[in-house]
């Protein structure tokens, strides 16, 4: 048996299917992952995402710390609330995870980390805190709900709190806003407008059963993933690992080069990579022919492997096959990829494929 | 609690098959196979013609999960696929044991039937793998 958050029972009740994920028993879906996805698409859906791991980070060192330990640069993040998407690299250019960070005011930040990478994650802070002044707390206390979809905001307006509700209405995507106990970031992972909630793991029930009664849509781990491939949004251990660095992952936008003086983890390792020939390409993919494109497929050019399915599934919204694909740089937009032997055609697309409910590739 | 027919034999790999009384049988997969997958969007039906032996994987059906093999029950011709899963794979979803029947099997040896599983050793092993 594996972890259970504060909302499982919940899960059960609803009939979920129930599956193993990064250490937790966590639903895959509540009936169809595919009516889940268009809810989120065409009105709302909600997540439970408290596998997932806030951690608190706190103290007179806790920005020059950030900068250290990132790739992306903390110093950006000025204004109350901001968030920053970042990795967080090993001295090899590997991602040891990805994160999102808020600025929560001078010498408070909170990062959101992978349920599987958690342990990993608040290890490695912390031995690269080892002699600053800042204290990194893991916020197990907390339950997390990602309500996500074009009419997410008018939902779960009249379910925040009373302190809460003016702030969190008014806050810009890529913020957040906060009081004594909630925390609410206008942040996803589905290409939509939404919020994702942090609060007191005693309240998520209540928070999830008003969702229900105001017919937010479960959406299970199903759903989250062709959502967010659908996005263009990359997932950790799929499209980078500790040995597949940003560069390699589509992740250059996220790399902060400027100050040259500033050194982060990784950033020798980065800048050679950077500099090295060889360079592949991150790419979207669109199977034009039949199937269904799969992780460790191979793409085809010219009769060669020229390279490797990352990510891919089909797009309930697309209702095609797509993927990610580390490739050759200059393969060609029309390549193949080998699906049990037979070569089908594909096309190279640049993602996201979806966002706010419209297709932005042509089919 | 799946639904499992008793007029029909059943594989460990959970796929079903009927008996047309015309020397002929009719495969798919089952109720229990079918929730296990999720939504299916994609199956790969076998060539018509096409010579299989018992156990060998013939066909693929595709969910927004994962490719799963579909084996032939038994050694045989395959006489017709159903063509209907081309544009709505969803029938297995649907209606596992009618509509979304996958192929069409002349067998070489009729009485091979006999020795598939029946409903109730069937939903026997269902429930030990859950």
């Not at chain 1, 090993?90 to 349920?115: C, H, M």
């Not at chain 1, 020798?268 to 991150?282: I, K, P, S, V, Y």
């Not at chain 2, 609690?1 to 047309?20: Q, V």
């Not at chain 2, 596992?96 to 040896?109: K, V």
């Amino acid at each position: 048996m594996g972890l259970r958050t504060p909302l499982f029972s919940e899960h059960e009740r609803l009939g979920a299917r129930i599956v193993p994920f990064g250490g937790w028993d966590m639903p895959l879906h509540y009936g169809s992952q595919i009516e889940e996805h268009h809810a989120v698409r065409r009105a709302a859906g909600m997540f439970d995402v408290s596998h997932m791991r806030p951690v608190d980070i706190e103290g007179p060192d806790a920005l020059p710390f950030l900068r250290h330990l990132l790739a992306n640069d903390a110093a950006k993040l000025t204004a109350p609330g901001k968030a920053l998407y970042t990795c967080m690299l090993n001295p090899q250019g590997g991602v040891v995870d990805d994160l999102i960070l808020y600025f929560r005011g001078p010498e408070r930040y909170r990062a959101v980390v992978n349920a599987g990478t958690a342990e990993k994650d608040i290890a490695w802070m912390q031995a690269q805190a080892e002699g600053r002044q800042l204290n990194i707390q893991s916020r197990d206390d907390l339950a997390m709900i990602a309500v996500q979809g074009p009419d997410a905001r008018a939902r779960i307006e009249p379910l925040l709190p009373d302190g809460l509700r003016v702030s969190a209405m008014q806050v810009e995507p890529f913020f957040a806003a906060e009081d004594a106990h909630w925390f609410v970031g206008r942040t996803g992972y589905t290409g939509e407008d939404g919020f994702e909630i942090m609060l007191p793991s005693a309240d998520a029930v209540t928070l999830w059963r008003a969702l229900l009664a105001a017919e937010v849509r479960p959406c299970g781990l199903g759903a989250r993933d062709t959502l967010r491939l659908e996005a263009g949004m990359n997932l950790y251990g799929q499209d980078m690992d500790e040995t597949i660095g940003p560069l390699d992952a589509g992740l250059g936008w996220t790399i902060a080069w400027h100050p040259d003086e500033r050194d982060f983890v990784g950033r020798e390792a980065l800048t050679a990579r950077r500099d090295h020939l060889e360079r592949r390409d991150f790419v979207g993919l669109l199977l034009t022919g039949r199937g269904v494109l799969r992780p460790h497929q191979s793409v085809l050019a010219d009769g060669r492997v020229v390279g490797e399915v990352t990510s891919g599934g089909f797009s309930p919204t697309l209702e095609r096959s797509i993927a990610f694909a580390r490739v050759e740089a200059g393969t060609p937009d029309d390549c193949a990829v080998d699906i049990r032997g037979k070569p089908v055609n594909a096309r190279i697309v640049k993602p996201p494929f979806v966002r706010h409910g419209r297709i932005l590739v042509d089919l | 609690m799946s639904d499992a027919p008793t007029d029909l034999r059943y594989t460990k790999s959970h796929e079903w098959i009927r008996d047309n009384g015309d020397g002929t049988v009719t495969v798919g997969i089952t109720d229990h196979a079918q929730e296990a997958l999720g939504d299916i969007v994609f199956v790969e039906i076998p060539d018509q013609g096409r010579e299989v032996d018992a156990e060998e994987a013939c066909a693929v059906v595709e969910s927004v999960k994962a490719a799963s093999d579909i084996y032939s029950p038994l050694a045989g011709e395959v006489i017709e696929s159903n063509a209907l899963l081309n544009d709505s794979p969803e029938a297995i979803n649907n209606s596992p044991y009618d509509e979304g029947w996958i192929f069409r099997l002349a067998p070489n040896d009729m009485t091979a039937l006999a020795g598939l599983l029946d409903a109730s050793t069937y939903q026997q092993v269902v429930e030990d793998e859950t």
